[in-house]
């Protein structure tokens, strides 16, 4: 009898600390995200709709999820990949899309050109990074690698680095990276400008 006890102590054992490293390390061990909005949502603030898709297969590069985000229309206004420019709308997605819940890469309207070292919004209005009027949320690391992103060789080739919404143990920042990189996860802005 003891050692049936001794297995199931040890087997409960293992699941706790399975379950207090799901807890402790941001795994998704209770914290379940709400399935996906299946229409674009509405911001406010920044007058457009959003939407998350999921369907940037082959290639799913950046130049891909743009050139899809372009075919999507939405109250006959084109799409484009989601520019990300305050802190305001940032808010909206995390809350909308539960991005700090799903641990997932995701394709937004900014790169930076690597020769001019200016990052560009989808809509065009370039900047430096280090413009203190100009809202940024990089991780710790703003390339992926250990390289600089625009050293790949399709970076490189195209001229910059496209970057990305990565969300590290519950803290979704922006993040570049090589471009020829796939990811099938792509925010879709449609700028209504209703109110």
Same mark, same amino acid.
């Given at each position: 009898? #003891?050692?049936? $006890?001794r297995a199931?102590d040890?087997t409960?054992?293992?699941?706790? %600390?399975?379950a207090l490293?799901c807890?402790?390390?941001?795994? @998704? +061990?209770? %914290?379940v995200?709400?399935?996906? =909005?299946?229409?674009p !949502?509405?911001?406010p603030a920044s007058k ?10 082959? =290639? ?9 985000a372009?075919?999507? !229309? ?8 989601a ?5 305001e709308?940032?808010? +909206? ?7 700090d819940? #799903?641990q997932?890469?995701v ?9 001019l070292?200016l990052?560009?919004?989808? $809509?065009?209005r370039p900047?430096? =990074?280090s413009? @203190?009027?100009?809202f940024?949320?990089?991780? %710790?690391e703003?390339?992926?690698?250990d ?15 496209p !970057?990305?919404?990565r ?9 570049a990276?090589?471009?020829a990189k796939y +990811?099938?996860f792509?925010l !879709? $802005?449609f =700028?209504?400008?209703?109110d």
């Open positions: 009898m #003891r050692k049936k $006890e199931s040890s409960m054992f293992r699941i706790f %600390a399975i490293t807890l402790l390390f941001g795994g @998704p +061990f209770l %914290a995200a709400a399935p996906l =909005p299946t229409t !949502v509405y911001n457009s709709y959003f939407q998350l898709f999921t369907d940037n297969e082959h =290639p799913g590069n950046w130049d891909a999820a743009r050139a899809r372009g075919q999507k !229309v939405y109250k006959g206004v084109r799409g484009r990949l520019v990300v420019d305050s802190p709308t940032h808010e +909206f997605l995390l809350r909308a899309f539960d991005l819940q #799903r997932l890469s394709w937004i309207g900014l790169r930076y050109w690597c020769s070292r990052l560009q919004w989808e $809509e065009g900047f430096s =990074p413009d @203190p009027d100009q940024r949320l990089w991780h %710790a703003w390339s992926r690698s390289e600089n992103a625009c050293s790949f060789s399709r970076s490189a080739r195209v001229g910059f680095a !970057v990305y919404y969300t590290i143990s519950g803290l979704t920042r922006w993040q990276v090589g471009a +990811f099938s792509y !879709v $802005e =700028p209504t400008g209703e």
